[in-house]
C-alpha cells in the first residue's frame, strides 16, 4: 500500500516512510492510496473469527506488505491486551465500549502503542543516529504515548501540553516517567502546542540535525489500528439491530478510523460526532461553512480542539461531498453543564460512572435516540476513565471517587517538566538535546 499527501504536491510513499514522516513534505496528511473492502468472508463471519486475526485481516491490507503475518499478530497481542469490554446501561439500546482498560486508562493507548511497536521495527531502516519524537497532546495523547515508548531503546520522545489545562493524572503520567520521555509544558493551549509541533516539523535547521518523526492521531500508524475496536465491538453486539456509534470527538482521528471501518465493510449505519462547545463541524455540518474560532477550555478537555486535523480525511472518504458527509455523521455539541448532568443522572440511575468525555459521546446517542424513531443500537465509545478527571466526575456525583490502586504510584512521583513559552525555547530545547 502507498500513502498519498492530502494535499497532492507530495510523492506518494510506502507504510514505513509514511510513520517515519508524520506529515508528507508538503505538510498534507497521509491517506491510503487505496480503500480496501474487507472479503464477505470476512464481514459476514465476524462472530466467528478470533479478535487478534480480526485485527490482522483488517489491518493488513494497509501495512502487510511491510511485516510478516506473525510480526503483526505480535504487535496487535502487545496493543490489546487488554479487556475492552461492552456494557449495556439501563433498558434502552445504549452501550458503552469501554477503551479505557489500558495502561494510561484512555483509548489512545491503542493507537499509541501499535505506532510505538511499529516504529521500534522499522526504526533501523532509517538514519541509525536515534529518533525523536515529537508530539502535542491535549491530554491523553501524553502519556498513552510515553507509555507506549517506554523502554523502546533509540527512540527519545518529546510531549508538548498546555499549562494548567490538563488533569493531574494526565500530568503525572506525561511527567514522571523515563529519562527518554522529556515533558514540555507550554503557555498555551493545544492549538498552540500543535502549532509548534508543526514548526518545528518545517524548520529546516531541526530537519538537517535531528530524526524527527511525530506520534499525533496524524500519523497513520496510530490512526488506522482504531479501526480494530469497532469490529471488537460489532463482534461482541447481541443482537442483529443497525448499530450507530456515537464518538466523543476532538481532533477526528477516532471517528473517521470508524468511518473507514464502515467504508471496508463493517456494519455501521450511523456516526454520531459528538463534540463539546468546540463546535466546528457540528456548525460546518449545519450551515456548509467550516469556520473555527478560538478553542475554548472545557472540562472535556481531550476534545478543546475547534480546527480538527483529521477531518480532511472524512472529506477524502467522501470526496468532499457535504451531503454524503451528512448521510452518515450526525453532529452534536454539549456544553460543560450538560455533560456534568449526564455524569450524574447515569450514576444515580445506572449506577455506571462516566468521565467528561465518555458522557459527551452518551448525550449524543441519547439525543439521537430520542428525536429519531429507530431500531438501531447506539454504542458510545468511552474514551477515559472516570479517574482520569477525578475533579469534575467528583463535582458532578457530590461524592468522592476511589484512586484505583494502580495509579497511586505515580501520583507520588515528583513532576519533571520543562516550560515552553514559545517556538524558539522549544528550538533551543531540540538543538541542546542533540547537539
Ligand atoms: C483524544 C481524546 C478524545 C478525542 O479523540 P479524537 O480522535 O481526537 O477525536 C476523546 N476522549 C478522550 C478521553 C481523548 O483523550
Known sequence: MRYISLNHNSQPVDFKTAVMNGLAPDKGLYFPEEVISLPKKITDNIKSIDDHELCYEVIKGYIGEDFSKEELIQIIKKTIDFKIPLNKIGD???YSLELFHGPTLAFKDIGAKFLALCMDK???DFKSKGITVLVATSGDTGGAVAK???????????ILYPKGRISEVQEKQI????????????????????????DAFNDLEIKSKITLTSANSINIARWLPQMFYYFLAIKKMDNENDNIFSVPSGNFGNICAGILSKEIGLNIKLFLAS?????????????GIYSPEKTKPT????????????????????????????????????NDNQTREAIKDVYNRNNYLMDPHSAIGYLGIKSYLSNNSTNSSGIFLSTAHPIKFKEQVEKSIGKEIPMPSRLKGIMEKSKRSIEIK??????????????
Do not use: W
Request: glycine share 4%.
Open 92 to 94: 434502552n439500546q445504549i
Open 148 to 158: 507506549g515508548f517506554e523502554g523502546l531503546d533509540g527512540i527519545n520522545v518529546c
Open 275 to 287: 463534540t463539546n462547545i468546540n463546535k466546528t463541524v457540528p456548525e460546518y455540518l449545519e450551515s
Open 175 to 198: 511527567t514522571t516517567n523515563d529519562k527518554n520521555i522529556i515533558a514540555f509544558e507550554v503557555n498555551g493551549d493545544f492549538d498552540d502546542c500543535q502549532k509548534m509541533v508543526k
Open 122 to 124: 522499522i526504526k533501523n
Open 422 to 435: 514559545s517556538y524558539n525555547d522549544l528550538k533551543d530545547q531540540l538543538l541542546s538535546k542533540v547537539n
Open 299 to 334: 472540562i472535556s478537555n481531550a476534545m478543546d480542539v475547534s480546527d480538527p486535523s483529521n477531518f480532511v480525511r472524512i472529506q477524502k472518504i467522501y470526496n468532499n461531498d457535504i451531503q454524503k458527509i451528512k448521510k452518515i455523521i450526525k453532529a452534536f455539541s454539549f
